[in-house]
């Protein structure tokens, strides 16, 4: 086994090398023998400078989240932070890669930090429902300044180099061989012999800042926490920097950090972090299967979701193709596309060269042959399985024959379109999520005669265009619509029963959702719906006659709600008050008041028992890919860690027989319990961390 951490020289120089693959984080086994080097060297008068490095791929992506909830082992890493701060001699820490979290912590406890060009820094603890723990929320306000940290900090997102440069979290960047550099500096420094502060003692940018501006800055990103605990934690966590002696500062930071570890929200947020990454591992698509290779995409049809799939991979720097059937479409198509880069310009998101750069990656047409230079061709045409058959012959007869041919169909059978053409194994589905260049969530599809290398050749293109993907079978609207249909199957009798669109969304969004159904329906549009259930001879008694009234949402400016005068808020409507209680008259619905836990069961719970069933049948592989789909794809809070954590934690005995119960009373199929509900049941063992045999 080689050393997690090494000691080289260059001369007067050390350099300390931490090699603990894949991504250097800060287990025991790699605190242990750096805190031992680092007091070796503190002792040791041959040595001028120390430089911190890392082997591999990243300098250090954090602490090791997997020793979270297991009891302390010491050094902690707020000892080595304490013993590398101790040392008079010029620390300089060698950023290459990401330096996250306690890999962020460890370098704000060196003197200097020189980062490689391509290299980003980050505090992302809040993404797993924490506060840094090792000091970065009392450091980074001290080189960069409370807004800019707080900014850093609430938001978890890294910053480049450049960035980082010029807030002076780094003190240099290096172009080029990066240790080198590092030991120049450190050398430079130590020649000097000016004392180096360490970071503590830099008090600049937070003596007299202007709390009141900090204040206000913090309590617009409480808004928008919507229920999350570790946002607000942060935010404490540097105004603290700025009220408390550095000291006090650090020993509240560790005490919400503490705190939070424990929590429900923390092991949710650690659960979808190792979920996401667990998604990418597909039955049968081994590290072995070489994919294929993605230079340019075509897309079929410019509509909003074909424009926002063009756009999410020219975002990722992938040229594209965009096919429509005729110009007007076609610069329709376009015109949107370059209305949404100008909002970011004029958001400063986006810098007008680089909408320029986006906008040349657009090769507009509308001949199939065109698409004959594409790797990858996605459709996004009308739901309708007689096009999408149609649109798949005329694409096989063109595209080149190592193409991948993916549909975005949100509920078709992906076997039946590929069987429309003469390759399907090269056919599979790509649900993107609206607005496509927006949404985290990609569905990818897997038929019955899906090739691997297809599969792997999606994993990999959705990585590169930032997407998050898991891999579904085919059924009616995969994993992420059939459970919505299951959180809406008893909806409209909620609403016949007594409960009004308002109440049962202000349930949803107490519980943490962005939005609730009736919101989203509207948001959404009713027709689309409408015109699905027609097609299937459905009915839905109240979103029926709202669409016979013309009331189809927000577009319309009236749906479940009202919006006035072109506003998004939705403001409850008496008329649909009145439709709602006339539907229920004349079905001899008696009204009363429904109580919040009872709306919570006849949503939520079919929809976790929809998702065993999913299971069941090998849809989805694993427990934790569903919890992947509805928290990037459905706003399902990140704090509850998706619906099948969320159900470990409210209880499947208690689920069951509320199931049942309903099941007693009203017959739907949804609310009939699955047999791996009951069994998962019976064994006492989580729902969330079920893994299929598929
Ligand atoms: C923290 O630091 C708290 C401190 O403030 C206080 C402490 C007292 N631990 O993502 P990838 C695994 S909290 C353990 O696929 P990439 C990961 O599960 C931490 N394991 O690679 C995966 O395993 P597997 C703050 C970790 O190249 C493998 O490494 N830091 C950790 O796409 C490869 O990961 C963060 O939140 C970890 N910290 O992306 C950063 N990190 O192969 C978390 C990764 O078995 N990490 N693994 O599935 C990341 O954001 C990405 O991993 C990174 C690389 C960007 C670094």
């Given at each position: 086994m080689t050393e997690t951490v090494t000691i080289t020289r260059d001369g007067e120089i050390a350099i300390v090398t931490i090699d603990n693959p894949p991504v250097n984080a800060l287990g025991f086994g790699v605190r242990e023998p750096l805190q031992k080097a680092l007091e070796t060297l503190t002792g040791d008068a041959s040595v001028a400078g120390i430089v911190l490095a890392c082997a591999g791929r990243t300098f250090v992506a954090g602490a090791d989240i997997t020793e979270?909830?297991?009891?302390?082992?010491?050094?902690?890493?707020?000892?080595?932070?304490?013993?590398?701060?101790?040392?008079?001699?010029?620390?300089?820490?060698?950023?290459?890669?990401?330096?996250?979290?306690?890999?962020?912590?460890?370098?704000?406890?060196?003197?200097?930090?020189?980062?490689?060009?391509?290299?980003?820094?980050?505090?992302?603890?809040?993404?797993?429902?924490?506060?840094?723990?090792?000091?970065?929320?009392?450091?980074?306000?001290?080189l960069v300044g409370p807004s800019k940290a707080l900014k850093m900090i609430v938001s978890g997102a890294p910053v480049p180099a450049d960035v980082a440069l010029a807030s002076a979290l780094v003190d240099a960047i290096s172009e080029s061989s990066l240790l080198a550099n590092a030991v120049a500096f450190a050398r430079d420094k130590a020649a000097s012999g000016v004392a180096a502060a360490p970071v503590r003692n830099r008090g600049g940018q937070i003596i007299g800042a202007d709390l009141a501006a900090f204040d206000a800055d913090a309590a617009e990103?409480?808004?928008?926490?919507?229920?999350?605990?570790?946002?607000?934690?942060?935010?404490?966590?540097?105004?603290?920097?700025?009220?408390?002696?550095?000291?006090?500062?650090?020993?509240?930071?560790?005490?919400?950090?503490?705190?939070?570890?424990?929590?429900?929200?923390?092991?949710?947020?650690?659960?979808?972090?190792?979920?996401?990454?667990?998604?990418?591992?597909?039955?049968?698509?081994?590290?072995?299967?070489?994919?294929?290779?993605?230079?340019r995409v075509g897309v079929i049809g410019a509509g909003t979701m074909g424009g926002g799939i063009a756009m999410a991979f020219v975002n990722g720097g992938i040229p594209v193709t965009l096919l429509e059937m005729n110009r007007e479409a076609l610069d329709r198509g376009l015109a949107t596309i370059e209305k949404n880069y100008a909002i970011s310009v004029s958001r400063g998101s986006l810098s007008e060269d680089a909408k320029a750069g986006r906008m040349a990656l657009f090769a507009p047409t509308t001949d199939y042959a065109d698409l004959a230079e594409c790797d990858l061709v996605i459709e996004a045409v009308f739901e309708d399985m007689a096009v999408k058959r149609e649109v798949f012959s005329k694409l096989d007869a063109v595209a080149k024959p190592t193409a991948i041919l993916a549909t975005n169909?949100?509920?078709?059978?992906?076997?039946?379109?590929?069987?429309?053409?003469?390759?399907?194994?090269?056919?599979?589905?790509?649900?993107?999520?609206?607005?496509?260049?927006?949404?985290?969530?990609?569905?990818?599809?897997?038929?019955?005669?899906?090739?691997?290398?297809?599969?792997?050749?999606?994993?990999?293109?959705?990585?590169?265009i930032g997407k998050v993907p898991v891999v579904v079978g085919v059924?009616?609207?995969?994993?992420?619509?059939?459970?919505?249909?299951?959180?809406?199957?008893?909806?409209?009798?909620?609403?016949?029963?007594?409960?009004?669109?308002?109440?049962?969304?202000?349930?949803?969004?107490?519980?943490?959702?962005p939005m609730g159904p009736f919101q989203m329906y509207d948001l959404a549009g009713l027709d689309i719906g409408w015109r699905n259930r027609k097609a299937r001879g459905q009915l839905a008694v109240i979103a029926d006659r709202l669409c016979e009234q013309g009331r189809f949402g927000q577009k319309t400016g009236k749906g479940f709600y009202l919006y006035e005068n072109g506003s998004r808020t939705p403001v409850p409507d008496p008329e649909v008050t009145?439709?709602?209680?006339?539907?229920?008259?004349?079905?001899?619905?008696?009204?009363?008041?429904?109580?919040?836990?009872?709306?919570?069961?006849?949503?939520?719970?079919?929809?976790?028992?929809?998702?065993?069933?999913?299971?069941?049948?090998?849809?989805?592989a694993r427990a934790s890919d569903i919890d992947i789909v509805w928290t990037n794809g459905y706003g399902f809070p990140v704090g509850k860690g998706g619906p099948m954590f969320w159900a470990d934690f409210e209880g499947l005995p208690k689920i069951i027989e509320r199931l049942e119960y309903w099941h007693g009373g009203n017959g739907k199929d949804v609310f009939r319990p699955s047999a791996l509900l009951k069994r998962i049941a019976a064994e006492g063992s989580p729902l969330s961390t079920f893994v299929g045999n598929g």
């Open positions: 979270f909830g297991k009891p302390k082992q010491r050094p902690e890493l707020r000892d080595i932070i304490e013993t590398l701060e101790a040392i008079r001699k010029p620390t300089v820490a060698a950023i290459h890669g990401a330096a996250l979290g306690g890999g962020l912590e460890l370098a704000l406890g060196c003197h200097f930090r020189i980062a490689d060009k391509g290299a980003k820094l980050g505090l992302p603890e809040v993404k797993l429902g924490l506060v840094p723990g090792a000091g970065g929320t009392v450091r980074l306000p001290r990103l409480a808004r928008k926490a919507r229920g999350l605990e570790a946002p607000l934690a942060c935010a404490q966590s540097v105004r603290n920097a700025i009220t408390l002696p550095f000291d006090e500062a650090l020993a509240a930071e560790r005490e919400l950090f503490t705190k939070l570890v424990s929590g429900d929200q923390s092991r949710a947020q650690r659960h979808l972090f190792f979920a996401e990454r667990e998604a990418t591992k597909v039955p049968g698509v081994g590290k072995e299967v070489a994919p294929r290779e993605i230079r169909t949100s509920y078709l059978d992906v076997n039946e379109i590929a069987a429309s053409t003469s390759r399907p194994q090269d056919v599979l589905g790509l649900h993107f999520f609206s607005p496509a260049n927006v949404m985290k969530l990609l569905e990818i599809v897997r038929g019955e005669k899906t090739a691997p290398d297809v599969l792997a050749t999606a994993l990999g293109v959705a990585k590169r059924c009616h609207g995969f994993v992420g619509n059939r459970m919505l249909s299951a959180r809406s199957a008893d909806a409209e009798n909620l609403l016949l029963e007594g409960a009004s669109p308002d109440e049962i969304d202000k349930v949803f969004t107490g519980f943490g959702w009145q439709l709602i209680e006339d539907s229920a008259r004349e079905r001899g619905v008696s009204r009363r008041a429904v109580p919040a836990g009872e709306i919570i069961e006849r949503t939520l719970y079919p929809m976790v028992n929809e998702g065993t069933k999913i299971l069941e049948e090998g849809i989805a």
